[in-house]
């Protein structure tokens, strides 16, 4: 039951669940010793043979390995979801060189995604990645925030379907506020 | 309650919005701003500028040595209102813009609404929040052309032209339309141009009720055509008439127009992928607003005035959309009212961002809106008083403000410090290519808003969105180049001082890990070890300080043009 509200936390308003999935531990550690957060997903195809995923990063001139984990050790990590997380805490960056390299079973590694990531909050950022299959083979798409399978598609659309919704209930609230007044004396 | 009760009471509650809707803010206007692109940043580095820029619109602290031409800035009043906040500080200005606008434009709505359309209080508090905390306000937030929102002008200017085109139009109204009009066109190209399409409407119905006189119009036309071409006269003379290329403007001028374009899926509703990937474009109209107006011609049958401000709306819409409509992102592409423009690739290189006509529908539904919840409640209202509510709902949640804003620090690495304050720091960046080619010149733009914290003067251009060009560029290409391909090369040292470069600032984590090594290598045989380092101000800097050269500031810029010959 958990696990379903957080999807749908997740699906309804991604700024939302991301503020959520680190509102524990980590942020109340962050808000103790004003450092910034940065959560890193890849949400993994299961059709993919990567066994680990982890993130090489440079950020303020030190390198750092993040190991992204999927058994629902991170906070806010849903277990074995599809979607691979791990955070660094540190003084403040606008930004971080991050490499995300994925680790197949012969021990073989693929360099998914390397470039530059904005993390302007001050506060928490999250960079999210979506890894999937192109014409150049496995690449790691930068999404805002990381879902399961297929359900970025559901996320994109869903904030249009509820904006559609609120806008149904104030038509037909308008059009009763007309058919009372139209009733007036 | 008397009038000033009243107004009393509007201005406290839409501060309240406003708190909310640029929530945390207030409770540090100068150590933060909220945008997530790159666009603040130049804005930060001209309020701080401001000072500086003498007669000709010129600076000598960026475009070193020769200076950088501001003749094209992004807003003529917020450079004026830099200057004037100068003797406290000018880096005030985006912030005083970002609190105060939103504010000022939807009272100056409100008032619209209720003096020229009949709307009553606290009904007419809709036509506020409909445009001062509308969707394309939060964009502009998000962009970071913060001073848009400082935009009480179009409602001004509406109620300029409703009295101007009535028939008990006097001179005076003409010449405020000319005065409010011109104020838009300094706040912003885009906002003169939608206050030129709101003329054009008002225009329009005064022609088709032959209610317009000879001396209002003339008191409009005349001041409005000085200022018109005193403009264009300033913006041709600033130079090419056509955007040069640049990294954000590659393809056909549809193709760059569809960035910048309102989508029916944006102006109904925001999602995290526009704000990672559309610039954070979601002009979302506002249901409440929306609902409303679309039932005025059955509430409003008989009663004068709003139809043209319907229209204002519609036009708005329709411009916002831009040259072709789409769904989503790029799904339907069916030519649309600016698909013409496509055989004016020159003149529509200048008109990348048609969402911004969007001020025009918030403005037209709001005060709409206004005048139908004022007659729906004249029998009823504590029925309709959930509209408000509701209203304030489209202004947090539906353009989603406060969720989608960030709170980045206004800060500068302190290494800065170290360089000679008499001479020019070179800012060495890697190039971006392709699809993070955005990151040069949110880079570019970063290391120009530093500039209001070390005042060192700089050779990055910090106007405009054209890369690839001036000297930052050049020479640090030149001098990038050098290093990587052949390694240090002798007397590159004495010719960066010889152009007044007293400091090389090196962002070690922008290059891949073989670069970097080679760049700070390179470096340090060039010029010694790094003088400095910092890791504070969200960045690593490493500043390398460059002897002085042989040659006297006068030559300068002689210098830097040989080299720059060489160059093109």
Redesign the interface.
């Given at each position: 039951m958990a696990r379903m509200v957080a999807l749908a936390l997740l699906l309804f308003?991604?700024?939302?669940a991301t503020a959520g999935q680190t509102a524990g531990a980590s942020e109340r550690a962050h808000k103790a010793a004003q450092r910034q957060v940065i959560v890193f997903q890849a949400a993994v195809s299961s059709r993919t043979t990567y066994s680990g995923l982890h993130v090489e990063v440079?950020?303020?001139?030190e390198d750092t390995d993040v190991e992204l984990t999927d058994d629902g050790s991170q906070p806010g990590d849903l277990a074995w979801d599809g979607v691979y997380t791990g955070q660094m805490v540190g003084?403040?960056?606008?930004?971080?060189?991050a490499r995300l390299v994925g680790t197949k079973d012969d021990g073989t590694q693929d360099v998914l995604f390397a470039?530059?990531v904005?993390t302007?909050?001050?506060?928490l950022d999250t960079v999210g990645w979506q890894v999937m299959m192109t014409p150049r083979g496995w690449e790691a798409l930068?999404?805002?925030?990381s879902y399961p399978g297929k359900a970025l598609i559901v996320?994109?659309g869903?904030?249009?379907l509820?904006?559609?919704g609120?806008?149904a209930l104030?038509?037909f609230?308008?059009?009763l506020?007309?058919k009372?007044?139209g009733t007036?004396p | 309650m008397t009038a000033a009760g009243r107004n009393g009471l509007t201005l406290a509650f839409f501060s309240a919005v406003l708190v909310a809707f640029t929530w945390p803010l207030v409770t540090d206007p100068i150590g933060?701003h909220l945008s997530?692109q790159f666009d603040m940043y130049s804005l930060q580095w001209l309020s701080a500028a401001a000072p500086t820029i003498d007669a000709h619109l010129s600076t000598t602290l960026t475009g070193w040595p020769e200076g950088e031409h501001l003749v094209r800035p992004d807003s003529f009043v917020l450079l004026g209102l830099a200057k004037l906040l100068s003797p406290i500080d000018p880096r005030l200005a985006p912030a005083v813009c970002t609190l105060a606008g939103p504010v000022v434009s939807a009272w100056a709505a409100e008032r619209f609404s209720a003096r020229c359309l009949g709307a009553r209080w606290p009904w007419s508090l809709l036509a506020g929040l409909a445009y001062g905390f509308s969707g394309i306000a939060a964009t502009a937030i998000l962009e970071g052309h913060v001073y848009m929102l400082l935009d009480p002008w179009l409602p001004l200017l509406a109620w300029a032209m409703f009295k101007t085109t009535s028939a008990a139009g006097r001179t005076w109204h003409g010449v405020a339309a000319a005065a409010t009009w011109s104020l838009a066109l300094l706040t912003s190209a885009y906002i003169g141009i939608a206050a030129t399409v709101l003329v054009l409407v008002f225009l329009t119905k005064g022609l088709r009720h032959r209610t317009i006189r000879l001396r209002p119009a003339l008191g409009a036309a005349l001041p409005a055509i000085l200022v018109g071409v005193s403009y264009v006269a300033l913006f041709t003379a600033g130079g090419s008439m056509a955007r040069p290329k640049s990294t954000l403007a590659l393809g056909s001028p549809l193709v760059v127009m569809s960035a910048g374009q309102a989508t029916l899926?944006s102006l109904?509703?925001?999602?995290?992928?526009v704000?990672?990937q559309m610039h954070s474009m979601a002009p979302?109209l506002g249901?409440?607003a929306?609902?409303?107006a679309?039932?005025a011609p059955?509430?409003l049958r008989g009663v004068p005035g709003w139809r043209v401000m319907l229209a204002v709306a519609g036009v708005g819409i329709a411009l916002s959309l831009g040259p072709t409509i789409n769904l989503?992102q790029h799904e339907l592409q069916l030519p649309w009212l600016l698909w013409p423009l496509k055989e004016w690739p020159a003149a529509s290189s200048f008109f990348h961002f048609p969402v911004r006509m969007a001020w025009l529908s918030s403005l037209g539904l709001g005060a709409v809106a206004a005048l139908?919840a004022s007659?729906?409640a004249?029998?009823?209202p504590l029925?309709?008083l959930?509209?408000l509510a509701?209203a304030v709902?489209d202004a947090l949640i539906?353009t989603?403000a406060p969720?989608?804003t960030?709170?980045?620090?206004i800060s500068a690495p302190s290494a800065y410090e170290i360089a000679p304050k008499d001479r020019a720091v070179l800012e060495l960046l890697p190039i971006?290519q392709g699809n993070?080619a955005d990151?040069e010149l949110?880079m570019n733009n970063?290391s120009c808003s530093y500039q209001a914290i070390h005042q060192r003067p700089l050779l990055n251009e910090c106007i405009g969105t054209t890369l690839g060009l001036g000297p930052r560029r050049m020479v640090g290409d030149w001098l990038a180049g050098s290093i990587l391909t052949n390694g240090p090369v002798h007397g590159l040292t004495k010719r960066l001082a010889n152009l007044g470069v007293g400091a090389v600032a090196v962002h070690?984590?922008?290059f891949t890990d073989q670069e970097r090594a080679a760049l700070l290598q390179g470096c340090a045989t060039l010029f010694g070890p790094p003088a400095g380092?910092s890791?504070?101000g969200?960045?690593?800097v490493v500043i390398f300080t460059v002897p002085k050269g042989t040659d006297p500031p006068e030559r300068w810029v002689s210098n830097y043009r040989e080299i720059k010959e060489i160059w093109q």
């Open positions: 308003c991604p700024s939302l440079v950020r303020l001139g003084d403040y960056s606008r930004y971080v060189n470039g530059m904005r302007d909050d001050r506060r930068r999404v805002p925030v996320v994109s869903l904030p249009l509820v904006a559609y609120w806008g104030l038509l609230y308008v059009f506020l007309t009372l007044r007036q | 933060m997530r899926a109904a509703s925001w999602s995290s992928p704000d990672t979302t249901f409440t929306l609902a409303l679309l039932f059955f509430v989503y139908v007659r729906l004249q029998h009823r029925l309709a959930p509209l509701c709902v539906g989603g969720l989608r960030r709170i980045v620090p971006f993070v990151f949110y970063l070690p984590d922008l380092s890791r504070d969200g960045e690593y």
